[in-house]
């Protein structure tokens, strides 16, 4: 059996390429769209981190004008005022995100600082008690310290915590860019 130029070209993928050929200019778009954010972010991580804190200010508002609806449509539930008070408290949070997005980056990372904190004691407690049942329980005191290790950093440093996070995102939003760019011209070769 010969393989086509085409199944040769795509490494024997000619039916996924022939599917994807239509797709490669909104592929090609996407790769363009992902490079851009993702230079943005890292050449200004600020605007980024700030940009993020306002999509949850919408997020939360939204959400929680959608609980409070949902709860007063629904008062024959027991306990419907819990879903007001619940939408009401993210109607607050996306309030306050939306009016100081920077004090919410730092309050997200001071979080996200608190989660890895709690998660590495939790990850160091389960190494020593799993010492002597088990090999290589080391890697998970490792992560343990490394999880403890960037969450006092996150709680101590939030605002460059959050910097980080932008950096991170910019960081893979480049490099998803870059291969889909390399999806869109393998394509437009079939």
Same mark, same amino acid.
């Given at each position: ?97 939306? %009016? =100081?997005?920077?004090?919410? *980056?730092? +309050? $997200?990372? !001071? &979080?996200? #600082? @608190? ?5 590495? /004691? ?14 290589? %329980? =080391?890697?998970?005191?490792? *992560?343990? +310290? $490394?999880? !403890? &290790?960037? #969450? @006092? ?5 939030? /605002? ?20 889909? *760019? ?9």
């Amino acid at each position: 059996m010969t393989a086509s130029p085409s199944s040769a070209q795509f490494g024997g993928e000619s039916a996924a390429a022939l599917l994807l050929a239509p797709a490669r200019p909104a592929i090609a778009l996407r790769a363009i769209l992902a490079v851009a954010f993702g230079l943005v972010a890292l050449l200004r991580p600020d605007l980024t981190v700030l940009a993020l804190a306002v999509a949850f200010g919408a997020y939360a508002l939204v959400d929680g004008v959608a609980r409070v609806v949902d709860a007063v449509r629904h008062r024959d539930r027991a306990r419907w005022w819990f879903g007001v008070m619940y939408g009401l408290l993210g109607i607050a949070a996306g309030v306050i995100a939306l %009016v =100081w997005p920077g004090i919410t *980056a730092v +309050a $997200l990372a !001071v &979080v996200v #600082g @608190v989660w890895a904190l709690v998660t590495g /004691v939790v990850e160091l407690i389960a190494a020593y008690r799993l010492r002597s049942m088990m090999r290589g %329980v =080391w890697l998970l005191a490792l *992560a343990g +310290a $490394l999880s !403890v &290790v960037a #969450g @006092v950093l996150l709680v101590i440093e939030p /605002v460059a915590g959050a910097i980080g996070l932008a950096v991170l995102i910019g960081s893979f939003a480049v490099i998803y860019g870059a291969v889909l *760019a390399v999806v869109a011209m393998r394509l437009s070769q079939g």
